[in-house]
Every structure is written in C-alpha cells, then in structure tokens.
C-alpha cells in the first residue's frame, strides 16, 4: 500500500507519495539552506517554490494523480541541484548587501489571528504557528501569563502585514512561506493544522463579536445615565422641580442658585453656577459622548478635545475649591449667645406667634441641605428671614426663657458678633408671650450657619397655652416635658412634676 | 582545465546580461524568462535564474509588480528599470566590443 500526503506548494494543493514527499522535502531543505543566508533568500525561495508548482501543474493530469519520485526527480534536474542554483553566490556576496541580513522577529500581520504575534514567531523559528498558538493557549489556563505575554509581544514587536500588492488575490511572501512550514513538519499536519487555526478563527471571532455586544450594552448604560442625570440636574437648578427624579429625592434636594444666594456673595453666583455646572456637566457629557463611542464602535481623533475639557473640568473644580474655602471660611468658627429674659409669674401664661411669615411679603422659601429650618428671602430687601426652634423645659425657679443665638464666622469674635447681630423680637406682657415666627438677619448678610433656639422654663403648677399656630416653631417632634409638637397647640397644660398634663 | 567546466562559465558570464535583454523587450514573468533563455539555450538549469534576478532587483535594475494569472498563484512582472536600462547599454556596447574582438582574432 502506497501512502500519499497532500501538500501545499505556493498555494497550489498536490497530491505526492512518501518517496517522492521526502525527496522533495530533502531537496527544499537543501535549497532553503543554501539560499536563505543570501540576500532576498526567501523571495527566491518563493519563487523558486513558485516555479515547482508550475512544473508540477505542467502535467495534463496533475490534479487527479499523485506526484512520484521520477516527477520529482525530473523537477530537479530541471531546476538543477542546490549547488547550482546558489552557484558562486555564496562565495562572492555583494558588497554591503550583508547589513539588515539578520533574521528579525515582528508580528506577521498578514496571518494573524489576533494581532499575529504567534505567527511572527512562527516565522523566525520555524515552527508552525498552530503549536505556538497552542502553547499561548496552554499559558493564558496558567494565571493568564499567555494572554499577558501575548499582550507585551503585542506591543514591542512592530507590525510587518502583507506588502501591498496588485489585486486582490496576491500572495503575500507570508502566504508563500507558509507551505514550507508544512513540508518541513510532516505528515498530516498541515490538514490537522489548519482545522486548530479555524477554531481559532472562529473562537476569536466569537468573543470579539461578544465583547463587541457588551462594550455596546455599557455604551447604552452610560448614554441613559449620562442623559437622566443631565436632565435632573438641569431640572433641579432651572426650575426647582425633580421632574425625572423621583419624590422622594425631594426634601433634600435643593434649589442650587438659592444655595448660592443664600451662602456666597452674590457678586460670586453667577460665577458659582457656572462653575458647578462645569464640574458637574463636563463629566456627564463626557459619560454620554464615550456611551454613543461604544455603541457605534467608531474611532475618532479626540485627544485634543478630550485633553481640553478634562483641563478645563480640573481648572473648574480648582476654581470651585478656592472660591467655596474662601466663601467656606466664614464658617470656620462658631459661637452662641444666650439671651435670659425673665417673664412675670402668673396662673396662666400664653405663648402665641406675632409677626409671621404668611404675613411677610417674601419672594422665595428655600431648603438647604441639613438644615430643617425654613428659609425665606426678600430679595427686595435682601433679607433673610429664617424660623426659630421653640421647647420647653420644667425649672424649680421663676418662669423664665432663653433666646439663644448660634452663628458662624471666620474667627470666634466674628461668630459672636454675627450671632448678636441676629434680630428677633419677643414682647413678654402680664401673662403672654408674643413670639416672632422668623428672625432676620442684618440687610444684605449672607447665611453663616445662623440659626436660634427659644427655650422656655416653666415651673410646677404654671398653666401654659400654646396658640395653634406656634407648631410651626417646633422642628423637634418631642417638644420637651412629655409633650410632641403636634399634640401641643390649642390645649392648656399644667406643669406637674416637670410633666405638662392637659387641663381638659 | 576542462571545456565543459570553460563553456559553462563564458555562459555564466553572458547570463546575466541575457536576463537584462529579455526584460527589456517586454516585462514578462519568470517562465516567460525561463523559456527565451531555454529556447537560446543559455541556461541549463531553470534554479539559477532566480539567484540572478533577485541579485539584479536588489542592484535595482529591476523592479516587478504582482499581476493575478488565471491559472495559479499570482505572478511577479519583472521590468526594466532606468537604471537597469542605463546598465544594459553598457553591457551592449561591451558585447559588440567582445564580439568585435574575437571576430577579429578569428580572421587572423
């Protein structure tokens, strides 16, 4: 039984006995030998395989029948021994042609897979591409060394593709080297070769496509948060409305302008809003731009750009960082002032609200972050009116109360004086209270943290009433001696055992 | 000192400037080259032919390009280059001053 390979010459599948494979496989070793330390050795290399295939395809019956050893032979005393065809050039080299001669290791761009590292190293070892391939495979199950290698190969080794030739169906010198290689490792292996390098193919493909389709679903994510946010944010600062964001984001959002309006120097806001809509802007822009980039998969040449909003982004945030620590600095230090006032002892003592807020003509209410207190703003006037906390306390003394006035500032003198700057009037009669429902700060000063706290001390046996509109003075839902704000406006209470009980 | 041994070397010596006289005629592609030379029976062997036309295109006498063939592999067309013609002139001259030279050694 005669075995016969199947094998590839510049392209061209032939069939070929063992004798006649392992003549012809000798022959070409031999040549490939002499030739490729010349000059150009693997150009003449391929084409002298070139002409092999030709005189082999010569034959009227060369696709059906298998090549033997004469075929063989008579090829070579055609083409003439290796001697012949390196004949004298080895001896007598060209000047200067040496330089450059050294085999060099690049990517073989032209049969790659992924960025054609292995089949470079195929080319300046010698071994087929398939077994490197496998053992990058074998390496990346090992902690992913493979896959890093593969990667730094990547990188360092520059790109060398197939030369550009004319049509489309050129063999590229990488092409026609191929074949060799499949000579050169014996039998079947080239059959079984090229199926690995389909998987290959294919498996490459598989993921490519699959990261392709997850970059896109990230791309998407980011394109609708991008926009979401974008659009709550601009809600919220334009018209004070969530809009998107749901309810419950409400109390503690904030009007940002106010903010502004309320905590820096006016002078400054525009300059504030500008800032913050950069620092918070630019990176949502740049959340959406990147999310169209992987959907679309496009590349784009956006360094500049990209260079110049992330400077601009910094130089925002810089800028925001000094004019806040500078603006911040008025709320270095803080300070209180207690202001005692005693009030008359009687039976029954009223406490009820006089000048008040739904009587105030002002233009804005304004939440701040953390702050419980309601907030108005007559911009006319550039007043703040803010609402004080009113409790209750038991005392062993006289009736008595407490105004205490808390501020902020840049020093301790500067807190005290910003806290007794605060105004706020109390009218104590014979046997009532009258309450302002808002203190105010002086014209034209900004909010520094101020707020104040009215405590009132009431001994056993004293009958107090609230009038019902002095809730809105009580933040704190535990009012002070067994009492809740709500339960407490309209009653009577008399205070027994440092406990208020209601006298109806 | 043999007479094949000299025969094959004065055929050397011509060879080259035989694959240059080919070129220039029409760009053709290895075969087309194999054939005129094996038809003037100045090669023996097909395999020498391509040592000298790499050596040549690395001179820069020649240049090629690819051209798709309907049988095959693509095929390289080798062509002249100016410097390759400027390079076959001399040798032209050179041949008619050998030949000139043994005719006129053989009269004598």
């Given at each position: 039984m005669e075995k016969s390979i199947k094998i590839n010459i510049a392209g061209?599948?032939?069939?070929i006995d063992e004798e006649?494979?392992?003549?012809?496989?000798?022959?070409?070793?031999?040549?490939t030998g002499r030739l490729s330390t010349l000059p150009g050795g693997s150009e003449m290399i391929d084409d002298i395989e070139g002409r092999i295939a030709e005189l082999f395809q010569s034959?009227?019956?060369?696709?059906?029948?298998?090549?033997?050893?004469?075929?063989?032979?008579?090829?070579?005393?055609?083409?003439g021994?290796?001697?012949?065809?390196?004949?004298?050039?080895?001896?007598?080299?060209?000047?200067?042609?040496?330089?450059?001669?050294?085999?060099?290791?690049?990517?073989?761009?032209?049969?790659?897979?992924?960025?054609?590292?292995?089949s470079g190293l195929s080319d300046y070892t010698g071994i087929d591409a398939v077994w490197i391939r496998l053992v990058f495979v074998l390496f990346t199950l090992l902690y992913l060394t493979g896959a890093l290698v593969y990667v730094i190969l990547w990188i360092v080794l520059p790109g060398k593709g197939t030369p550009v030739n004319y049509g489309k169906r050129v063999r590229s010198e990488k092409t026609a080297r191929t074949p060799r290689a499949d000579i050169r490792t014996g039998n079947g292996s080239s059959a079984v070769g090229s199926a690995i390098n389909e998987i290959f193919r294919a498996f490459c493909k598989f993921f490519v496509i699959l990261f392709r389709v997850i970059v896109a679903i990230i791309g998407v994510a980011f394109i609708i948060a991008g926009f979401s946010t974008l659009f709550s944010f601009l809600f919220l600062s334009l018209f004070h409305s969530?809009?998107?964001?749901?309810?419950?984001?409400?109390?503690?959002?904030?009007?940002?302008?106010?903010?502004?309006y309320f905590i820096a120097d006016p002078s400054l806001s525009v300059w504030l809003t500008i800032l913050t809509g950069l620092v918070v802007g630019l990176p949502l822009l740049a959340l959406i731009y990147w999310g169209i980039r992987m959907v679309f998969q496009f590349r784009a040449r956006d360094l500049v750009l990209n260079l110049t909003m992330l400077i601009i982004w910094i130089l925002s945030c810089v800028a925001l960082s000094i004019i806040s620590f500078t603006q911040g600095i008025s709320f270095s230090d803080s300070h209180r002032t207690v202001q005692q006032l005693s009030i008359p002892a009687s039976d029954t003592l009223m406490i009820r609200l006089d000048d008040r807020v739904s009587s105030l003509d002002y233009h804005r209410e304004v939440h701040l972050p953390f702050e419980p207190r309601n907030m108005y703003l007559d911009e006319k006037e550039d007043i703040i009116y803010v609402s004080p906390e009113l409790n209750i306390y038991h005392t062993d003394d006289d009736p008595h109360m407490q105004?205490?006035?808390?501020?902020?500032?840049?020093s301790r003198t500067d807190a005290i004086s910003k806290a007794e700057q605060l105004i706020y009037d109390v009218n104590i009669n014979d046997n009532a209270v009258d309450l302002d429902e808002y203190f105010t700060l002086p014209a034209g000063r900004r909010w520094s943290g101020a707020f104040m706290k009215v405590r009132l001390y009431i001994p056993d046996n004293m009958i107090i009433h609230f009038e019902e509109d002095l809730e809105t003075l009580m933040h704190d839902d535990y009012f002070g001696c067994g009492i809740y704000s709500w339960e407490a406006g309209g009653k009577y209470w008399k205070m027994t055992e440092g406990k208020l009980k209601d006298t109806d | 000192m043999n007479v094949e041994n000299n025969k094959a070397q004065m055929r050397k010596g011509i060879l080259e400037y035989c694959i240059l006289l080919v070129i220039s005629g029409n760009s053709c592609y290895a075969s087309d080259i194999i054939n005129k030379l094996k038809e003037a029976r100045v090669i023996v062997v097909e395999g020498t032919l391509y040592p000298l036309l790499t050596r040549q295109k690395n001179a820069g006498l020649l240049s090629y390009r690819w051209e798709e063939s309907s049988q095959g592999p693509p095929r390289k067309y080798y062509e002249?280059?100016?410097?390759?013609?400027?390079?076959?002139?001399?040798?032209?001259?050179?041949?008619?001053?050998?030949?000139?030279?043994?005719?006129?050694?053989?009269?004598?």
């Open positions: 061209v599948i032939f069939q006649a494979y392992e003549l012809l496989r000798d022959y070409l070793q031999s040549v034959k009227p019956s060369w696709q059906t029948a298998v090549i033997s050893k004469e075929e063989v032979e008579e090829m070579i005393s055609t083409m021994s290796p001697e012949d065809i390196a004949g004298d050039l080895d001896s007598e080299p060209e000047e200067g042609s040496y330089t450059g001669r050294a085999k060099k290791l690049y990517r073989d761009t032209g049969n790659s897979i992924i960025g054609g590292v292995c969530s809009f998107l964001v749901p309810s419950v984001f409400e109390n503690s959002m904030f009007y940002l302008p106010d903010f502004l105004v205490v006035k808390y501020s902020s500032g840049h | 002249l280059t100016d410097k390759g013609r400027e390079y076959l002139s001399e040798l032209d001259k050179s041949w008619d001053e050998l030949v000139e030279s043994v005719k006129l050694i053989r009269k004598k």
